[in-house]
């Protein structure tokens, strides 16, 4: 190792969303000749990208920087560094700097394009940086970020969110909702499928709603834009609102092939008197009939969702609702949660919040349920041919992987490395989520 480089190594915690502003912190660290490296402490720069959506995350995120006191003790020149969404929280600042007093820089999600210049000016002084922006309704376009998931790529399309679902924190922490120009994000993805990349996918906390937020084009048209660029690519998108979601859009993801026949759509629950507490703004009626609609137009299309159990207020009638409506979509798979209280949002001050073991049994009943569907899809693919997208090689299973379309994850073997190719897989197992095939030339 040479005693001259410098490295830098980012924790991240919670969605895509972060994911891939990681990768644009890694594209300022990369520019100031940092290095990236797997271990903290070997790092010169740590930079901790938070996530607040839920408590578990939030805790997480304390527990790991709490743990480099010693390293930042005997490494008095290493640079820590706490961004995101934790940070943006009201106060949060504060009471992070004066838990940690060891941490050189605290900035929030509106000045992550300054991290740069903190980390410049912190190299001179001693005094920790602490600046957290509030939104201005600008999109900052000047990203150049060091992508880390090849043959992925993550694409920004919006920047946060109008909805105030009265559960989530986003709003407060990501500013209203504001949208990119169309030839930009059009100028990003023929780039980069012109570098090689397989499959894009666009990205925002409602992307349906693209275009309210001062964009020129709406959601579904600046999608049948990107699937006409030339290539040999896939795109996906994330997330769906089920308020937005249109017959038009259905009608361009049935006739564009790059469209993955898989669409993630939050349902959260399927009591109508929950939905309109947590102000959703559908009722289930609503929701069943988009996907009436869509499985019109895309027959085959993999439906998955969100589900949150414990919210306040939820009767053993609600949850049921939930249940039922879980069968009645047959979605493909679906991420559950817990009701998480997050301070600042109108849930939390709701009455009725439900105690913990209820939410639990209810959680276990719903994740039972869930996982029967699940298995259900996965083995109908068995016998079936299925194009993949090779994403690597599983050292643990010693097999490739990759995801179909309908974003199941396939393992299969090769002689040769078959990362950032299509390749058909026939389908010979269905383990839960995920199948397990063969190479074929079908």
Known sequence: MDTMDKFYHIVTYGCQMNVHESEKIAGILSGLGYIACDKMEQADVVVFNTCCIRENAENHAY???????????????MIIAVGGCLTQQINKADSLHEKFPYVDIIFGTHNLNKLKEYIIEKRGRKKPIIEIEQCDGSVFE?????????????????????NFCTYCIVPYVRGRERSRKSENILAEVGKLVAEGYKEITLLGQNVNSYGNGGADIPFYELLERVA???????????TSHPKDFS????KVIGRNKKICNCLHLPVQSGSDSILSAMNR????????????????????????????????????????????????????????FVYSKREGTKAALMPNQIPEDVSKRRIMELVDLVNEHTRSHSARFVGQTVEVLCEGYDDKRSLYLGRSEHGRMVYFDSIDDKKGQFVNVKINEANGISLIGEITEE
Do not use: Q
Not at 144 to 152: A, D, F, G, I, K
Not at 228 to 238: H, L, T
Not at 247 to 250: G, H, K, P, Q, R
């Open 63 to 77: 527990g790991n920087i709490g743990m480099l006191k010693k390293l930042k003790a005997a490494k008095r020149d």
């Open 142 to 162: 000047g990203d150049v970020p060091l992508r880390t998931s090849y043959p992925n790529a993550w694409v920004n399309i919006t920047y946060g969110c109008n």
């Open 228 to 238: 006409n660029i030339d290539g040999n690519f896939r795109v996906r998108f994330m």
């Open 281 to 336: 703004r559908y009722t289930a009626r609503d929701y069943l009939n988009k996907v009436e609609i869509l499985r019109k137009h895309v027959p085959d299309c993999a439906i998955t969702t969100d589900i949150i159990v414990g919210f306040p207020g939820e009767t053993e009638e609600d949850f049921k609702a939930t249940l039922e409506l879980v069968n009645k979509v047959d979605f493909a798979s679906a991420f559950t």
């Open 247 to 250: 017959e038009e859009l259905a």
